[in-house]
Nanobody, 126 residues
Framework: QVQLVESGGGLVQPGGSLRLSCAAS????????IGWFRQAPGKEREGVSC????????YYADSVKGRFTVSRDNAKNTAYLQMNSLKPEDTAVYYC???????????????????WGQGTQVTVSS
């Protein structure tokens, strides 16, 4: 059974950092691209980042470029989203998702991904 579990969310002050984790079970991450999305109250789900499995190529939304870093550790079957210089507008539920293909090529829409985690809340507030 494919399962993705996000963790690492919480409350942080503006300018702070968090690292989200996406732990996979029931399969190996090696051959699949991983996406990170977020959804704020009253807004549509937004693509944040994507990381390919073949060469680790990464892609980011303009709103997070230079602040967020996506990575993966296939040995630990886990993907990560390092979030620095957080802003109040980053507040959202963050989701990781698994695509059935190894390449992102660019920031992919939610329809590209077939399996999703339950999400973790990130709140940026003073």
């Amino acid at each position: 059974q494919v399962q993705l579990v996000e963790s690492g969310g919480g409350l942080v002050q503006p300018g702070g950092s968090l690292r989200l984790s996406c732990a996979a079970s029931g399969f190996t991450l090696d051959y699949y691209s991983i996406g990170w999305f977020r959804q704020a109250p009253g807004k549509e789900r937004e693509g944040v980042s994507c990381i390919s499995s073949t060469d680790g190529s990464t892609y980011y939304a303009d709103s997070v470029k230079g602040r967020f870093t996506v990575s993966r550790d296939n040995a630990k079957n886990t993907a990560y989203l390092q979030m620095n210089s957080l802003k109040p507008e980053d507040t959202a539920v963050y989701y990781c998702a698994l695509a059935g293909w190894p390449e992102c090529n660019h920031l992919r829409p939610a329809s590209y991904f077939g399996s999703w985690g339950q999400g973790t809340q990130v709140t940026v507030s003073s």
